[in-house]
T-cell receptor, first 113, second 110 residues
Framework: DTAVSQTPKYLVTQMGNDKSIKCEQN?????MYWYKQDSKKFLKIMFS???????INETVPNRFSPKSPDKAHLNLHINSLELGDSAVYFC????????????FGSGTRLTVV | QKEVEQNSGPLSVPEGAIASLNCTYS??????FFWYRQYSGKSPELIMF????GDKEDGRFTAQLNKASQYVSLLIRDSQPSDSATYLC??????????FGTGTRLKVLA
């Protein structure tokens, strides 16, 4: 299936731990994103990569570090997790020349306890 | 002030009625606007986009853009219970920086 796939779908972890979320797209898109959606449904952009190059880096704590080994993958590593990191994290991608046509992954619900 | 604002709702409409969802934006440089639908527990999916002033129709959906007044709206005709979801408005600010609104929850009552 052509899609944006994220793993894991659910992640429950203790404060202070380090965790990673993986994202892969097989759509041939050039640009990938990480978004955070809080409990009020607000989707906030965190990072964007275009062909493995970081192009958007919003004001997020430096405990969050994206890594793009190739243009089909964009992973998110989070160090020293805090309670406020609990949210749903969405990966998305879009093709070149279509700034609005996002395809979202199914999301990773992160719960920090 | 949030760059893209929406009333969080819920907006309740009876089945068969027209649902009207509104969005205002603060960045006059924003040129393109998008409507996403997000079912509970699911990811957002793109349903409409609009670049020019006026109306754009796609099936039961009509997007409206008024750049002078800085608002975007989405009309859903003949609303169905399956349209019940959160609708997210998004605009592009600067170079491909996507700004989402907080979403409006729509409930279509059978």
């Amino acid at each position: 299936d052509t899609a944006v796939s994220q793993t894991p779908k659910y992640l429950v972890t203790q404060m202070g731990n380090d965790k990673s979320i993986k994202c892969e797209q097989n759509l041939g898109h050039d640009t990938m994103y990480w978004y955070k959606q809080d409990s009020k449904k607000f989707l906030k952009i965190m990072f964007s990569y275009n062909n493995k190059e970081l192009i958007i880096n919003e004001t997020v704590p430096n405990r969050f570090s994206p890594k793009s080994p190739d243009k089909a993958h964009l992973n998110l590593h989070i160090n020293s997790l805090e309670l406020g990191d609990s949210a749903v994290y969405f990966c998305a991608s879009r093709p070149r020349g279509k700034p609005g046509s996002y395809t979202f992954g199914s999301g990773t619900r992160l719960t920090v306890v | 002030q949030k760059e893209v604002e929406q009333n969080s709702g819920p907006l309740s409409v009876p089945e068969g009625a027209i649902a009207s969802l509104n969005c205002t934006y603060s960045d006059r440089g924003s040129q393109s606007f998008f409507w996403y639908r997000q079912y509970s527990g699911k990811s957002p999916e793109l349903i409409m986009f609009i670049y020019s002033n006026g109306d754009k129709e796609d099936g039961r959906f009509t997007a409206q853009l008024n750049k002078a007044s800085q608002y975007v709206s989405l009309l859903i005709r003949d609303s169905q219970p399956s349209d019940s979801a959160t609708y997210l408005c998004a605009g592009i600010s600067g170079t491909y920086k996507y700004i989402f609104g907080t979403g409006t929850r729509l409930k279509v009552l059978a």
